[in-house]
C-alpha cells in the first residue's frame, strides 16, 4: 500500500470533457472545463482571470441575468423583505432583485445559503425564478436571513451608506456634493458599480478649489483615472487665477501641483503670478494655522525674515520643494523690480540668480534673442488672458492688457517661434483650440508679416488663451 503525504495537496485530475482530452476541475467551484468556463465567460462579458481568482463573480452574473432588468428599480412596498443586513450599528431591510446589484451583498447572500443548503446557486436560482411575474407568492419561500457587513471606512457614514442603499431600489436619486465622497465610498465597498460611476460623474462637474483636493485623492485612492485626470486638468487652468487667491490653496497636494506645474497646458497670466502662486502655497504649507489669506507682502516678510547666508531653497525645510520650483520659467521674468525681489527675500540660491541674469545679459546683448531656449512646450515665454464676456480686439481694455505684455525687439526684423492656445469648458468638457508651432518673420517696416489668428467657435465661458513665444535670430 502507498502511504499519502497528509500536507500533499490534491493535484488536479486529468478528465475527457467532450470529443477532446481537456483539463478539468476535480470539485466546485467549477464544474466544467477551463475551454468550457472561458466560453461562458465570454457570453458572459466578465473577465476570465477574474473568475479564476473569484469565482462567485460568474455565479452572480448568472444569477443577474434570470430576473428581468425592470425588478432591478422597481419599488416594492407590500413585499416583505427577504434580507435583513445588520451595518453601522443599524439593520436595513432589503429584497433579493435589488440585493444582486451589489456584489458585495450578493456574495454574503450566496454565503449564507451555503450554510443550509449543498448548491446555494441552484437554491437561488429557484428563488428569484419564484419572484417572476406570473408566479404565484405562495410558490415563492419566504425566510429571512440575517447578513452582516462591517465597514472600517470613516467617509461611509450612515447617511451615505442609505443614499447608497436607495439607489438599489430607484435609478436617479440626487448625490449632493457635500455627500458624494461617502457615497462613493460606500459604492465602492457594496461593489456597487452603477452607482460609483455616478458618482465619479457628480464630483467631476463639482470640481472648487474646496473640493479639489478630496476629489483628486479619491481618484487616487480607487485607481480612477478618468476622475484624476479631470482635476488635473482643472487645476492648470484655475491653479493662477482662482485657487491661489484662496486659503483652499494650503490644501492642494504637492503631487498634483508638480503635475500641474510641468503641464505645457497650465494658464498663468505671466510667469511671476505663478511664481507668486507658488510662494504662497510654501508659506501656507509652513504656517497651517493661518486661518486668512495672506497679503503677498506678508509671504515676502516671512522669507526674507530667514538668515542671509543660505537661501531658502538650500535649507533642509527647503530641499523637497525644489523640483516644483524648478518648474518654473525663471528667465521669463524680465522686470527689473520683480527680479530684485527675488533677489531681496533670499528664496533662491546664488546660482540660479546668476543663471537667469547670464541670461538676460546674452539676450540683450544679441539684440534679444534667446539662445538658450531650445523647447518650446517647456522654456518658452507665456502669459494668458482670461476671457469672461466676448470683446473685439480693439476694446480698450484687450488693447492695454496685451500692450502690456508684448515682447519689446530690438531688431528691425527678426523670427518668433509662437503658439496660441485657447480653452474652455462646454457642459462639464473641455474644450480646446489650439495653433501649431509658428515660426515668421515679423518686421518694423512695411510690408511685414501678421501673427496667425485663432478663430474660437464656442459658447463657453471664461475662456483661457495662453501665448508661448521665444525670440530667434533673424
Sequence with gaps: MKMLNPQQKPRLERRIAGSTNRWRFP????????????????????????????????????????????????????????????????????????????ETLAKLYLMGLARGNANPEKESVKILQAQQPGRSREQRPVKKMILSLKINDPLVTREAFATALKNLYMQEVKICLDDVLGVLAAAHILQFGSLFQRCVTVMMSGLTPSTIKNFYLAGCKYKEEPLTTACEKWMEMNLVPLVGTQIHLRKVPKELLHKVLKSPRLFTFSEFDLLKTLLLWVYLQLNNKTQTFPMYQTVLMFFSSFPKNCAFLDRDVGQNLIPLFLCLRLHSITKGKDLEELRHINFFPESWLVRVTANHYHALENGGDMAHVKDLSTQAVRFGLLFNQRIRHTDLECASTVYENTPISLRAERLVTYEIRAQTTVDGKWQEFRTNQITQKFGLAEPSCKSHALKIQTVGIPIYASFSFVFSLS
Design 27 to 102: 470539485r466546485q467551484p467549477f464544474s466544467g472545463d477551463l475551454l468550457g468556463l472561458s466560453q461562458m465567460c465570454k457570453a458572459a462579458n466578465i473577465d476570465f482571470d477574474e473568475v479564476l481568482k473569484n469565482p462567485d463573480r460568474l455565479c452572480i452574473s448568472q444569477i443577474q441575468k434570470i430576473f428581468p432588468e425592470n425588478l432591478k428599480n422597481k419599488t416594492i412596498q407590500s413585499r416583505e423583505a427577504d434580507v435583513v443586513l445588520e451595518c453601522l450599528g443599524f439593520k436595513w431591510e432589503l429584497h433579493q432583485p435589488q440585493l444582486f446589484q451589489s
